[in-house]
């Protein structure tokens, strides 16, 4: 059974950074590209980024490039996505998800982060 | 950037009855599209990938047609599993672009 559980996620002020993690099991993590798709609070959903299965190429939305950094450890089926220099904005929840090969197939449960004074 | 706008914002249904949902999508995304099925409080549900494509466990009554810019999610014969918010998304061309969605409730 494939599993995503994402961690990381709380409380941070504005200009602030947080990582998250999503523990991968159930598939072979590494054949697999990757992302994170946030959704603000009541409203849509939003890609905003993507890895390959090898870590060899990422991408971006210009919303959040140059402070988002997606990565991933397929020694420990695991995914991150660094966030710097966070904006009231950025506030949502974030789901880690499975890409096949471009749309989602699976997801996680969610991790929530708020940008808040 | 692709814009994908969804029709209806809320559609309005009785159980057993027939829904269908509209997704346009700002330029030529060829059948490169998904549907996505969220329940309140829930994480996003794969239901249909290259526009038609029924995913994993997805039972017959959801179905999907549209090429191009033009995509149809009907359901059937609605559930009450069913009534939920649907999403539609293109991966034709980056960034991936998801419509607003469309809320199916009870009528």
């Known amino acids: 059974e494939v599993q995503l559980l994402e961690s990381g996620g709380g409380l941070v002020q504005p200009g602030g950074s947080l990582r998250l993690s999503c523990a991968a099991s159930g598939f072979s993590f590494s054949t697999y590209g990757m992302g994170w798709v946030r959704q603000a609070p009541g409203k849509g959903l939003e890609c905003v980024s993507v890895i390959t299965g090898s870590g060899g190429a990422t991408d971006y939305p210009d919303s959040v490039k140059g402070r988002f950094t997606i990565s991933r450890d397929n020694s420990k089926n695991t995914l991150f996505m660094q966030m710097n220099s966070l904006r009231a904005e950025d506030t949502a929840i974030y789901y880690c998800?499975?890409?096949?090969?471009?749309?989602?197939?699976?997801w996680g449960q969610g991790t929530l982060v708020t940008v808040s004074s | 950037e692709i814009v994908m706008t969804q029709s209806p914002a809320t559609l309005s249904v009785s159980p057993g009855e027939r829904a269908t949902l509209s997704c346009r999508a700002s330029q030529s995304v060829a059948s490169n599209l998904a549907w996505y099925q969220q329940k309140s409080g829930q994480a996003p549900r794969l239901l249909i990938y290259?526009?038609?494509t029924r995913a994993t466990t997805i039972p017959g009554r959801f179905s999907a047609s549209g090429s191009g810019t033009e995509f149809t999610l009907t359901i059937s014969s609605l559930q009450s599993e069913d009534f939920a918010v649907y999403y539609c998304q293109q991966y034709n061309n980056w960034p991936r672009t998801f419509g607003q969605g469309t809320k199916v409730d009870v009528k």
């Open positions: 998800a499975r890409l096949t090969p471009y749309y989602v197939d699976y």
């Open positions: 290259g526009a038609s």
